[in-house]
């Protein structure tokens, strides 16, 4: 009877003893290296996230492609082999063709006009079919427009771009590229300073501060600050790992993500604003196009637009158009 009650008392002791507390790691690969722009975003979710959770999340940070790259990192969060990343939106589309849209030439003219869609939730709606599928888009990170830049040649107008061997990104831009009569290739982020130091490229599209962050600028001679394609990052999260956190956790990690986002505008402006400094001051020349150039770079490029309507529709073109100011 002794060990009956006993059993019975332990058993009651179980059932009321409070369950503990979820703890949780985040493991965060990205392409590239936590020293540019993006990646003080990161850190500093990391910091915060941590602090605000009083350390129940821990983010473990994978950089410059150590655990995945590309579309394997895609595949990766769908996986759920991570739970979390901020890769650029051309390699989202494989998996919703519809968000596409963003890399459409001029599709965000200028940055305003990504801040208004941003702020609308136009990629909220974007990306539903990504959740679909298993993965859930919990903020946008800005970064700066992919500008083109290449060894020899002033990138000025359209024709400029006629034979050149160029890195592009997604299927869009490799599209534009080919219209422009230059030869696409497409290699991944970390694949890039091989190529330019074996001359498998003349030119390529990044951000302003990759050329300086990566020595780029030491090969690449001429900068055009076009704003055909502006570079942001789908902070995205595996949806079974999200949806089964803990609900005041969940709420920390998505309330970080949209606040780190939005600082990082004015972060990213001005990190954009001294790499055009830093690459004139290494001696590279930069071209600031003027309106009447930019508008005809739009209209060279107006055939990609028709060619991916099949893909896109129509309907989300005229959407995205009404955020240009």
């Not at 940055?111 to 298993?134: C, H, L, S, T």
């Not at 060279?300 to 060619?307: E, F, L, M, R, S």
Request: charged letters at 25%; aromatic letters at 12%; hydrophobic letters at 45%.
């Amino acid at each position: 009877m002794k060990g009956f009650c006993l059993s019975m008392a332990m058993g009651l002791s179980l059932l009321s003893a409070p369950v503990a507390a979820q703890d949780v790691t985040i493991r965060f690969p990205v392409e590239y290296s936590l020293e540019i722009t993006p990646g003080a975003a990161n850190k500093e979710f990391k910091r915060l996230v941590e602090e605000r959770s009083d350390g129940r999340i821990e983010v473990k940070f994978f950089p410059s492609g150590s655990l995945y790259r590309g579309l394997d990192l895609v595949q990766a969060i769908l996986r759920g082999d991570a739970e979390m990343t901020t890769l650029i939106s051309a390699y989202w589309s494989a998996l919703t063709p519809r968000a596409a849209v963003s890399e459409l030439p001029y599709a965000f003219p200028t940055k305003q006009a990504f801040y208004n869609a941003i702020d609308d939730r136009f990629f909220e709606r974007v990306y539903a079919e990504a959740e679909e599928k298993g993965v859930t888009v919990i903020g946008i990170l800005p970064f700066d427009y992919l500008v083109p830049g290449s060894r020899e040649t002033a990138l000025v107008a359209p024709e400029d771009f006629a034979g050149l061997k160029f890195r592009g990104l997604g299927k869009v831009n490799l599209a534009m590229l080919q219209l422009l009569d230059a030869t696409p290739v497409s290699i991944n982020f970390g694949e890039i300073s091989p190529a330019i130091q074996q001359g498998v490229i003349d030119g390529l599209n990044v951000p302003t501060d990759s050329f300086t962050i990566y020595k780029w600028d030491e090969s690449i001679r001429h900068v055009t600050y076009a704003s055909y394609y502006m570079a942001f990052y789908p902070w995205t999260v595996n949806t079974e790992w999200w949806n089964g956190l803990d609900a005041d956790l969940r709420d920390i990690i998505q309330e970080t993500a949209r606040e780190v986002a939005a600082d990082h505008r004015a972060l990213a402006e001005a990190a954009s604003d001294k790499a055009l400094e830093d690459l004139r001051a290494a001696g590279v020349a930069v071209h600031m196009p003027t309106d009447e150039e930019r508008a005809t770079w739009m209209a060279a490029t107006q055939p990609v637009w028709t060619q991916f309507e099949d893909q896109i529709g129509v309907e989300l073109m005229d959407e995205l158009k009404g955020y240009h100011e």
